[in-house]
């Protein structure tokens, strides 16, 4: 079976270098093209009815819209799949971050779990993501389908494994990148990731 992950398109605080996390921040216009780019590009790979799943913050809900409104078919919402919270870290530039929190800002680039408000720690997002998108592997392989799953960077393959946590600034925070079929890419860009198996993918991510 076929398993897609893709990133949402670009924010606003993705333009401004703003780290986002849990706060629900809507697509630009060029987020909105990016997200029917990659409809487009994926309109004639996943078949008439896949199963769309998507994390509930807008930017996620909004690009996975511009696949299912093409195919005719439901997007489910699942809470699993949201970005990771970065608590009083949201909406912080980089450079304000490492002046009011350098000791934080040094723990979380060695992969470790900043004690600050609201900020969730590394273990429970990896569980929660895995969690979620195994669940509809499952679901989708039952059911002969194919799965596109729509959701953040910390879903990345790389991002949920300790040694590759996202521990230094994610690339959404810093850049605004281009649309491309690949399975990671430069930030606030709808990149499609493609996952060929016949048993749950996400399962060699632990």
Do not use: C
């Not at 799943?53 to 996975?64: D, F, I, K, Q, Y």
């Not at 919270?85 to 779990?113: F, I, M, N, S």
């Amino acid at each position: 079976m076929q398993v897609f992950l893709v990133r949402h398109g670009q924010t606003q605080w993705n333009v401004e270098g703003l780290l986002q996390g849990s706060s629900d921040i809507p697509l630009t216009a060029l987020g909105r093209r990016q997200a029917e780019s990659a409809a487009a590009a994926l309109v004639g790979r996943v078949g008439d009815n896949p199963i769309i799943v998507a994390s509930p913050l807008e930017r996620a809900r909004h690009t996975a819209h511009a696949l299912a409104d093409r195919l005719r078919v439901d997007v489910v919402v699942d809470d699993r799949l949201r970005e990771r919270a970065y608590g009083v870290w949201e909406g912080v530039t980089p450079e304000e971050r490492q002046r009011r929190w350098p000791d934080e800002v040094a723990l979380w680039h060695a992969h470790g779990d900043p004690m600050l408000p609201g900020f969730e720690e590394h273990s429970a997002v990896q569980s929660r993501m895995i969690a979620g998108v195994e669940d509809w592997t499952d679901k989708a392989e039952e059911q002969g389908r194919t799965l596109v799953a729509f959701a953040h960077g910390s879903l990345h393959p790389r991002r949920t494994s300790r040694a590759a946590s996202p521990s230094a600034d994610p690339p959404h925070a810093r850049q605004s990148g281009q649309h491309g079929l690949v399975a990671g890419s430069p930030a606030g860009s709808a990149a499609i990731g493609l996952s060929t198996a016949t048993t749950s993918p996400q399962r060699r991510w632990r």
